[in-house]
């Protein structure tokens, strides 16, 4: 008997301790939700989504015709060609670096009759395949900052990718080509203005108007964006977030991450200090940081105004892009005319940007007459400390002004503009040419 009544007991024991063991395998908690670092809320600053190809521009499009040289500003025109360009197979890349002399380079990239699209920094070959059809999987890890398109009627050409730096030529074929509009400009080219070149070194050197240039002197009225709007989006839980008032603007925490508004220059600055420390993958190929950057400000809807790639630096993981008006770069001393993001292994570290977009075109325009390319250069070279190999590029833009009268009014006056080393400045004026202007505004110097 007491074996029997033994024996009942571990059973039943047995089947209470299966039970419980059940229970705990397959017991879900009903946990409150956590804030998560990877949440990111749908918010949109504005409704506008671009591609890469809107973004990534030539700075410059030159016809090399007969010993001459063309350059093609308007933007309708660039854009058409850019169009066509677009529709080529291009395959089949071969590096033909080591057939090219060093002291032949420069005669290479610009002899005969061709097309030359320059573009304002190294872009790597992931991004060119963003924009074109670009079908050889095989061609990777290297970065070009210029094409070299031959003219002709052929169905099959040669396109030449330059890295100029670094002397690196690669030949590619362009297949299903059709070159209609870029003959059509190309037969057109004495109605467009001559440039010249300017020497650099044997591999280096930057094309000039060889005449006088003129623009208008632009006004915008300007639309302020929504602080509010980029809280929501940058922050991994807004409810988390404090606001407080700062000298001059607003200040937002939620303890780790800070955005401040400036009022005074009407920018956003968005700073992730832990993003910096984050340990990096070495072994892990590094990710396209251009493409990223363009995702990033179209998940928030932040391309209020056009904007084009400006430049990169892969080290610091820093990209840059400006303000485009008329096909013409802006600039600002305070970084009004940019937007910039700094990234660390995988999250955004720093973005700074403007917190306005141009809104409506003040119909008073007034024309300025600017400095020739050969005029430029002579008052570069006679400036105290100017030192030529440091000259990266010289371009005519706007230097973006605030309307000291009128809050929300921008003035974008025309001017010269170079890159000195890693940093543009603006070839100031003269005192006969202020004169002119009413006065030397203060601004990019």
Same mark, same amino acid.
């Given at each position: 008997?007491?074996?029997?009544?033994?024996?009942?007991? @571990?059973?039943? @024991?047995?089947?209470?301790?299966?039970?419980?063991?059940?229970?705990?395998?397959?017991?879900?908690p009903?946990?409150?939700?956590?804030?998560?670092?990877?949440?990111?809320?749908?918010?949109s600053?504005?409704?506008?989504?671009?591609?890469?190809?809107?973004?990534?521009?030539?700075?410059?499009?030159?016809?090399?015709?007969n010993?001459?040289?063309?350059?093609? !500003?308007?933007?309708?025109?660039?854009?058409?060609?850019?169009?066509?360009?677009?529709?080529?197979?291009?395959?089949?890349?071969?590096?033909?670096?080591?057939?090219?002399?060093?002291?032949k380079?420069?005669?290479?990239?610009?002899?005969?009759?061709?097309?030359?699209?320059?573009?304002?920094?190294?872009?790597?070959?992931?991004?060119?395949?963003?924009?074109?059809?670009?079908?050889?999987?095989?061609?990777?890890?290297?970065?070009f900052?210029?094409?070299?398109?031959?003219?002709?009627?052929?169905?099959?050409l040669?396109?030449?990718?330059?890295?100029?730096?670094?002397?690196?030529?690669?030949? =590619?074929?362009a297949?299903?080509?059709?070159?209609?509009?870029?003959?059509?400009?190309?037969?057109?080219?004495?109605?467009?203005?001559?440039?010249?070149?300017?020497?650099?070194?044997?591999?280096?050197?930057?094309?000039?108007?060889?005449?006088?240039? /003129?623009?208008?002197?632009?006004q915008?009225?300007?639309?302020? @964006?929504?602080?509010?709007?980029?809280?929501e989006?940058?922050?991994?839980?807004?409810?988390?977030?404090?606001?407080? @008032?700062?000298?001059?603007?607003?200040?937002y925490?939620?303890?780790?991450?800070?955005?401040?508004?400036?009022?005074?220059?009407?920018?956003?600055?968005? !700073?992730?200090?832990? =993003?910096?420390?984050?340990?990096?993958?070495?072994?892990?190929?590094?990710?396209?940081?251009?493409?990223?950057?363009?995702?990033?400000?179209?998940e928030?809807?932040?391309? /209020?105004?056009?904007?084009?790639?400006?430049?990169?630096?892969?080290e610091?993981?820093?990209?840059?892009?400006?303000?485009?008006v008329?096909?013409?770069?802006?600039?600002?001393?305070?970084?009004?005319?940019?937007? !910039?993001? /700094?990234?660390?292994?995988?999250?955004?570290?720093?973005y700074?940007r403007?917190?306005?977009?141009?809104?409506?075109?003040?119909?008073?325009?007034?024309p300025?007459?600017?400095?020739?390319g050969?005029?430029?250069?002579k008052?570069?070279?006679?400036?105290?400390?100017?030192?030529?190999?440091?000259?990266?590029d010289?371009?005519?833009?706007?230097e973006?002004?605030?309307?000291?009268?009128?809050?929300?009014?921008?003035?974008?006056?025309?001017?010269?503009?170079?890159?000195?080393?890693?940093?543009?400045?603006?070839?100031?004026?003269?005192?006969?040419?202020?004169?002119?202007?009413?006065?030397?505004?203060?601004?990019?110097?």
């Amino acid at each position: 008997m007491y074996e029997a009544v033994k024996t009942v007991v @571990l059973t039943l @024991l047995v089947l209470v301790s299966i039970v419980l063991t059940f229970g705990l395998w397959t017991y879900h908690p009903k946990y409150d939700i956590l804030q998560n670092d990877e949440y990111i809320r749908h918010v949109s600053v504005s409704n506008t989504q671009v591609d890469t190809a809107m973004i990534v521009q030539p700075s410059q499009l030159l016809f090399h015709k007969n010993s001459a040289h063309y350059g093609i !500003v308007d933007e309708e025109e660039v854009n058409q060609i850019l169009k066509e360009i677009k529709k080529w197979s291009i395959d089949d890349f071969e590096n033909i670096s080591d057939t090219i002399p060093r002291e032949k380079f420069l005669s290479f990239l610009h002899e005969k009759e061709r097309l030359e699209l320059v573009y304002p920094d190294s872009i790597p070959i992931d991004v060119y395949r963003s924009i074109f059809q670009i079908e050889d999987k095989g061609v990777k890890d290297i970065s070009f900052d210029r094409i070299i398109i031959p003219l002709g009627s052929k169905d099959e050409l040669p396109v030449y990718f330059i890295f100029t730096e670094k002397q690196k030529v690669y030949k =590619a074929i362009a297949t299903d080509v059709s070159l209609s509009e870029i003959n059509k400009l190309s037969r057109e080219l004495e109605k467009y203005p001559r440039y010249f070149p300017y020497v650099i070194n044997e591999t280096k050197q930057i094309f000039l108007p060889e005449k006088r240039v /003129t623009m208008s002197r632009l006004q915008y009225y300007t639309d302020e @964006l929504d602080p509010d709007k980029f809280k929501e989006a940058l922050f991994s839980d807004p409810s988390f977030v404090k606001k407080d @008032l700062i000298t001059f603007g607003e200040e937002y925490t939620d303890g780790s991450r800070l955005m401040d508004v400036d009022f005074l220059q009407r920018l956003l600055l968005y !700073v992730n200090p832990a =993003a910096r420390t984050a340990n990096r993958n070495e072994d892990q190929e590094d990710d396209n940081l251009i493409q990223k950057s363009i995702d990033f400000v179209n998940e928030h809807g932040g391309w /209020t105004d056009m904007y084009h790639f400006s430049k990169w630096n892969e080290e610091e993981r820093k990209v840059v892009f400006r303000l485009m008006v008329n096909n013409h770069p802006v600039f600002n001393e305070y970084g009004m005319s940019e937007i !910039v993001q /700094t990234w660390g292994s995988s999250d955004l570290v720093k973005y700074q940007r403007p917190l306005f977009r141009l809104e409506i075109a003040d119909r008073v325009n007034v024309p300025r007459t600017l400095l020739s390319g050969h005029e430029v250069i002579k008052k570069l070279e006679k400036m105290k400390g100017m030192k030529k190999e440091l000259i990266k590029d010289i371009a005519v833009g706007y230097e973006l002004i605030k309307d000291p009268e009128r809050e929300k009014m921008i003035i974008l006056e025309p001017a010269w503009f170079y890159l000195y080393d890693q940093t543009w400045k603006k070839v100031p004026l003269d005192k006969q040419e202020a004169e002119k202007r009413g006065g030397n505004v203060n601004g990019l110097e």
